[in-house]
């Protein structure tokens, strides 16, 4: 079974050895090295913010370990609305398409909530099609799409 809980200190080392997915779906154009720096900035980050009032990590935990984590905060939109934004979400390799990632989605829904939220927002790479095929699944749709060439 799978459970979902607020984040613990002692989640950090379970947390951080699943970050490196975050650099899945990336574009290839994009310097490795730089990719897997910015990814764990990102996490260690928001690990040290989590416990402020806008900030929530969750970890879903099965037999014992845990299978994942989401990250969620507060994002204004340049209209002003004030949106919930998922930073970061990974699941482990083995525990896919079990579930885990929609739970956790689910959990962050029930965070931006319980923060008077309306909308949940997020970014994903455009060569991330799994990511891409989960959330159409969990119902969102694009909104922005941010266009590169090289000169
Ligand atoms: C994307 C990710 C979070 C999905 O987590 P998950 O636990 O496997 O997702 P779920 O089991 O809840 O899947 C729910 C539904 O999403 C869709 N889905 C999930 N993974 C999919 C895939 N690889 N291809 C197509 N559809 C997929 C399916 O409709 C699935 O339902 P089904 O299994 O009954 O067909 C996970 O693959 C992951 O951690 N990827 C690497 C990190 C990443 O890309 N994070 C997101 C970056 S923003």
Redesign the pocket.
């Known amino acids: 079974m799978i459970t979902v809980r607020p984040y613990l200190p002692e989640d950090r080392a379970a947390v951080l050895a699943l970050t490196p997915?975050?650099a899945?779906?990336v574009a290839t154009w994009r310097d490795p090295g730089a990719v897997s720096t910015a990814v764990l900035g990102w996490v260690t980050g928001s690990l040290e913010r989590t416990g402020n009032d806008d900030h929530g990590t969750f970890v879903a935990v099965h037999d014992g370990h845990v299978a994942?984590f989401v990250t969620v905060t507060v994002r204004t939109h340049f209209t002003g609305a004030r949106d919930a934004y998922v930073g970061?979400?990974?699941?482990s390799p083995e525990?896919?398409?079990?579930?885990?990632?929609?739970?956790l989605m689910s959990a962050a829904e029930s965070w931006a909530r319980a923060h008077g939220l309306h909308r949940v927002t997020?970014?994903?790479g455009a060569a991330?099609?799994?990511?891409r095929?989960?959330y159409r699944?969990?119902g969102f749709t694009e909104e922005d799409v941010r266009l590169s060439k090289p000169i």
């Open positions: 997915r975050l899945e779906g994942g970061e979400l990974v699941v525990a896919e398409r079990t579930g885990v990632g929609s739970t997020l970014e994903t991330n099609l799994p990511a095929a989960f699944s969990l």
